[in-house]
């Protein structure tokens, strides 16, 4: 039904009424006032009724967001020219922004206005999700001593610990597939469960060290807290706000592996804590280089964390290093699959390089451009740079994101516009890639870039990292254990897709999950 014409219908009959003599004239003056306030109730409960219909319509379309998120950003996206543009979610409303100058504006609005952490606090419930982590919704209350502790010090340990996570992942994976059914002579793998193990296990390693990664309860609930916080998550935030903290607090206390992983790394951290006030003391104590420790020593030297501080940090730490690292990992090897041209120069490459790269935590150009081309074409998040508003906030256009509604980016249709990405819906792996590395293949693989990037590099056409200062910290981490996992792959098997209906992943709201019944047959190589 179109509005706009019932308002007009509604006009013009006012207007004929006024025009009518003849009527006047046979009522009494009683009357007619009888019939124009009969009339003006009439028109006011029209009214009413559009509006009711009018919030029933955005209520519904809000709540499509949840199924068709993807589509609804993109659709916003090819029609705003660039300008900002509205999207409502049942629990929120989202303002898109894509110039480089709006998404300026974001990058430098005071943490009291726009907030990357409230954002975060709404996704994950850390109330029902953390033990109880009632973190601030300004980003640095309490200190960003866990960017230097992500970003500098485990990024600096990567040569410490690579030869051995790679011995590591070698063997699990061994050890996994040997566990999948066998199916006409081959062993076929749901591969999404088997990356998502494999990610738990090395960050258990690089995070916590190897003896924590060995204590099985420990490394269960490692796995099954990132699905648990997922769907608890997501329930609190559908609910009505009267009725979530009931709700919320009933399935948080059903949640058994946020127990687990605090109850372990607590004494730990506790232990920790009392070496750092020995060491103050001028005692000799133990050196650690883990994350329990790196956060610890990064915290504010004024207001030192306590132990069960540094744990709920780890905890909201662990649930975004495991998540968006399995699923680009998952869809980088659909890719794999889907193209198989590219395992021989890749497998070639980490013949030569694989050593270098153990012993950097850099290199592989190949396998880093065809990981970016597969983070670009299925992103896990169609949404980045989420910032939610603390106090009014004004863009240059005018337009105005209020308090409690989020800014962020569009961030998968960015990476699809022919604007920025020569043929943006092909699959090329090696588009980020420096040409000169490809003139030795007699392929006819394409640079199409006009100049060469890494996984790692940030910028207004690549928003998978978020953008500007508050760029992933995680990222040389997170890009080294995919190289991981796919190098040891390319390294020791070949793999091939068990053919089936359907698409490959799922959607929801603005976020693709592989789904969990893709099938991959890893063959090994014959030496
Ligand atoms: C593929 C994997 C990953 C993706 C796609 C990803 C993506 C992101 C994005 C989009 C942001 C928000 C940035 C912004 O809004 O500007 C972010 C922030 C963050 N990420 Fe990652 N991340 C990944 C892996 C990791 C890992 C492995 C860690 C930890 C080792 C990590 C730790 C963090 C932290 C602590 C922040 C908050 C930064 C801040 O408050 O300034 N991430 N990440």
Not at 327 to 356: M, N, S, W
Not at 365 to 374: A, G, M, T, V, Y
Request: net charge neutral.
């Amino acid at each position: 039904m179109d509005l706009f014409n019932w308002t007009t219908e509604t006009d013009s009959a006012t207007a004929s009424h006024a025009q009518l003599p003849w009527l006047t004239a046979t009522l009494t003056k009683a009357q007619v006032w009888s019939i124009t306030a009969f009339l003006a109730v009439l028109l006011l409960s029209s009214s009413l009724n559009i509006k009711a219909f009018q919030f029933a319509l955005h209520y519904v379309k809000s709540w499509k967001y949840l199924f068709k998120g993807q589509k609804i950003i993109q659709e916003g996206y090819d029609k705003s020219n660039g300008q900002p543009y509205e999207v409502y979610a049942p629990d929120n409303r989202y303002v898109f922004v894509s110039s480089p100058k709006h998404i300026k504006e974001l990058d430098t609005a005071p943490d009291t206005v726009l907030s990357l952490q409230a954002a975060s606090k709404q996704m994950l419930q850390p109330v029902y999700t953390m033990q109880k982590f009632n973190w601030f919704d300004r980003r640095g209350t309490e200190g960003v001593g866990f960017i230097r502790a992500l970003r500098t010090l485990l990024t600096n340990n990567l040569p410490q610990i690579l030869p051995d996570l790679s011995a590591i992942i070698r063997s699990r994976m061994m050890e996994l597939r040997e566990s999948h059914k066998t199916v006409n002579g081959e062993k076929q793998s749901p591969v999404y469960p088997m990356v998502v193990k494999l990610v738990v296990l090395s960050n258990a390693v690089s995070f916590f060290g190897k003896d924590l990664a060995k204590d099985e309860k420990f490394m269960e609930s490692a796995l099954e807290y990132i699905e648990q916080t997922l769907i608890c998550a997501e329930i609190v935030r559908l609910l009505p706000k009267f009725i979530a903290p009931t709700i919320g607090n009933f399935i948080g206390r059903r949640l058994k592996a946020q127990d687990v992983i605090f109850n372990t790394l607590l004494p730990i951290a506790e232990q920790r804590v009392v070496e750092r006030s020995l060491k103050a003391a001028g005692q000799e104590v133990p050196q650690h280089a883990d994350c329990i420790q790196w956060i610890l020593e990064t915290s504010p030297r004024q207001n030192p964390w306590s132990a069960s501080r540094v744990v709920h940090e780890l905890m909201a730490i662990w649930f975004g290093s495991v998540h968006a690292v399995s699923t680009t990992i998952t869809f980088a090897i659909h890719d794999l699959c889907l193209h198989p041209e590219y395992a021989e120069p890749l497998r070639k490459e980490c013949v030569q390089g694989y050593a270098e790269f153990e012993r950097t935590g850099t290199g592989l150009p190949l396998l880093d451009s065809f990981i970016k081309e597969s983070a670009r074409l299925t992103p896990v998040e169609a949404q980045s740079t989420r910032r939610s508003a603390l106090q009014p906030f004004k863009l240059s256009d005018g337009t105005m994101v209020g308090v409690g509604d989020w800014a962020c980016t569009p961030v998968r249709a960015i990476m699809q516009s022919p604007e920025f990405y020569p043929s943006p819906l092909e699959f090329n792996g090696f588009r980020f890639a420096d040409p000169s590395l490809l003139e030795d293949e007699k392929t006819s693989f394409k640079v199409l870039q006009p100049k060469p990037s890494k996984l790692t590099d940030c910028d207004n056409t690549f928003h998978v990292w978020g953008t500007g200062r508050m760029a992933c910290p995680g990222r040389f981490y997170a890009t080294a254990v995919m190289k991981v996992i796919l190098g040891q792959i390319l390294l020791h098997y070949d793999c091939d897709m068990v053919p089936q209906k359907g698409h490959r992943y799922m959607e929801w709201r603005s976020t693709i999950l592989p789904r969990q019944d893709v099938l991959v047959v890893f063959k090994p190589l014959e030496n």
